[in-house]
């Protein structure tokens, strides 16, 4: 039998705020009736309005003793509804799922790329290395404006792209690996395809084993509905198995996942 | 209170079913309801052999509801019956398979492959609208579902429930032939056909273009085919489309239903069937109702 698990729970909102042009910072009082969510990991958020039933599902930021900050981008009218919604309300969650990155291994160090609203994971992720004994460099990418740089140099060292060249390096991630020549024993990235697809390539050509954290549309968030699903490498006719981003993921080892 | 039913000569301990493809075949939702609770567990589509199912997206969101093109992705017949049914066997309550096929000979594999095994009743999905070859082509000509029902009604040991597509002008049609080629019970309805366009891009959402729609959105025109078919057939009807609650419940079990099955609404809340079912049990409580029997299909 499986370890039983708390229902959809409304959550004490302590702080919602705009950080960045479009991002928004949201702190939950986190209830003890559920799981303490591992790096890498997300929750559903529901909406209140009646016509948008599906969660969205927010990777986890930072976990506190009891409070979990979760960084989201307004991208529809889901989201667009959540940063409405006041400190002292309640939003419905469900979670933590996902399998989260593995922190197993010797400490040395580690390379954290991300891009966009792929960073918020890189805060906990980092956390939790830097208290294992790693070593960090953290690499961020963003189209022109930064954000959670001040969390993430608690951890270790930060280095900004923007496209637009309007903060720190002008490009893209992979460039400023490689203007930097950055390298390490570990990679962890998280970002849109296009981003992780590059970062797959560059690891595997630096022979550093990476873990990627994928994005897809979800419906359920846990596993039941088979929507959200990515391309792994497998030994069959086709080369590939459909799995589950949701469940399965969202980390994966970079050398499986068969990018378009 | 009596709230057992009995389709096609099983019995459910309650008329709470899972509708197949939003449950799994469970393992998902074990940390949060107790499987024993369930009248029926409906599992997934299960085909003759593994499934890739579409690319993604799959899902997108919609006004009270969803649209999915998973495509029925599955491990195959020989992986359900080697893993899920030992597995579901665990719990007090009855099992399901929804069968799917590309052709007549592939849905008929499934059932003969299931004719030795401990399961309790069929579903002929006919009806799923995202595989380009057979699924929703039986489902929408009456002599194609006769066709495939009767085909397969001769290999199963089981009782043979066939799932209807609503994407017909008549579904009284389609019952009927069903019904005369041999079915033991008819469940409907499968997912409206439907898009979403993003206006920004300007390119469907779904990678497959169209999906099927489902959620409380459908939920009246899930009524109105459950009341038409219940008068058209004197087979057993399941009923689904949109229920959220067990007040929802009861209004198809009062147009002709006498179970009804869960299905989005598992997706945006893993306790919806035990909520469903409590629902249920209050309605009956409160309006003095003895045996769930008593309201199938008492609104003409």
Redesign the interface.
């Given at each position: 039998?499986?370890?039983?698990?708390a229902?959809?729970t409304a959550c004490k909102i302590l702080q919602n705020r705009q950080i960045a042009d479009g991002i928004f910072e949201i702190v939950l009082q986190w209830p003890k009736i559920l799981h303490r969510p591992i790096a890498g990991q997300f929750v559903n958020l529901?909406c209140s309005h009646?016509?948008?039933?599906?969660?969205r599902p927010i990777s986890v930021c930072e976990i506190d003793e009891d409070k979990l900050h979760l960084v989201y981008a307004v991208l529809g009218k889901?989201t667009a509804e959540f940063t409405t919604f006041q400190a002292g309300g309640l939003i419905d969650l469900?979670g933590p799922f996902g399998n989260g990155f593995s922190l197993e291994g010797k400490p040395g160090r580690a390379l954290l790329v991300s891009g966009g609203v792929g960073t918020p994971p890189m805060v906990e992720l980092a956390k939790q290395l830097k208290a294992r004994g790693w070593e960090l460099d953290v690499v961020c990418g963003f189209r022109s404006q930064s954000y959670l740089v001040e969390q993430l140099s608690r951890y270790g060292t930060v280095h900004i792209a923007t496209d637009s060249g309007t903060e720190g390096f002008s490009g893209n991630v992979i460039e400023l690996l490689d203007h930097e020549a950055l390298s390490g024993d570990t990679l962890f990235a998280c970002g849109p395809g296009p981003m992780l697809k590059g970062v797959q390539t560059w690891a595997k050509a630096k022979g550093i084993p990476a873990q990627l954290s994928l994005e897809?549309?979800?419906?359920?968030g846990?596993?039941?509905?088979?929507?959200?699903?990515?391309k792994i490498i497998t030994d069959n006719e086709?080369g590939?198995?459909?799995k589950k981003v949701c469940?399965d993921g969202p980390v994966f080892p970079a050398a499986e996942v068969l990018f378009q | 209170m009596k709230l057992a039913v009995n389709i096609a000569g099983v019995e459910l301990k309650n008329p709470v079913m899972t509708a197949s493809?939003?449950?799994?075949s469970g393992r998902?939702?074990?940390?949060?309801i107790d499987l024993n609770r369930l009248g029926c567990v409906v599992v997934?589509g299960v085909a003759a052999t593994p499934w890739?199912?579409n690319p993604?997206?799959?899902?997108?969101?919609t006004?009270?509801?969803?649209i999915?093109s998973?495509g029925l992705?599955n491990p195959g017949v020989e992986y359900f019956i080697a893993e899920d049914i030992p597995w579901l066997r665990q719990f007090d309550t009855r099992i399901c398979v929804n069968i799917v096929g590309r052709t007549v000979s592939e849905y008929v594999a499934v059932a003969e492959r299931l004719a030795g095994e401990d399961v309790d009743l069929l579903e002929l999905n006919i009806s799923c609208p995202n595989i380009k070859e057979g699924g929703v082509a039986f489902g929408v000509q009456a002599e194609a579902a006769a066709a495939v029902t009767s085909a397969v009604k001769k290999v199963a040991r089981q009782p043979l429930i066939v799932k209807l597509s609503p994407n017909v002008s008549d579904i009284t049609e389609i019952a009927r032939a069903v019904e005369g080629a041999g079915a033991d019970g008819i469940s409907l309805i499968n997912t409206l056909l439907g898009s979403r366009i993003d206006i920004w891009k300007r390119k469907f959402i779904l990678s497959m273009k169209h999906g099927g729609l489902s959620?409380?959105a459908i939920k009246p025109i899930a009524v109105r085919m459950v009341w038409q078919v219940a008068q058209a057939v004197k087979l057993p009807v399941i009923g689904m489309g949109g229920i959220m609650t067990g007040e929802d419940a009861i209004e198809f079990i009062l147009a002709g239903a006498t179970a009804i099955a869960v299905g989005?609404a598992?997706?945006?809340?893993?306790?919806a069937t035990m909520q469903v079912l409590e629902g249920v049990e209050s309605y009956m409580r409160e309006t003095g109702v003895e045996d769930i029997a008593d309201l199938v299909g008492i609104v003409k």
């Open positions: 039998m499986v370890e039983k698990r229902g959809r529901y009646k016509g948008r039933l599906l969660p889901g469900l897809e549309r979800m419906g359920c846990f596993g039941a509905c088979v929507g959200c699903v990515t086709s590939f198995i459909y469940k | 493809g939003t449950f799994g998902d939702f074990e940390p949060w997934k890739a199912g993604p997206p799959r899902i997108v969101e006004w009270g509801g969803m999915n998973v992705q959620g409380p989005t598992s997706l945006l809340n893993p306790e």
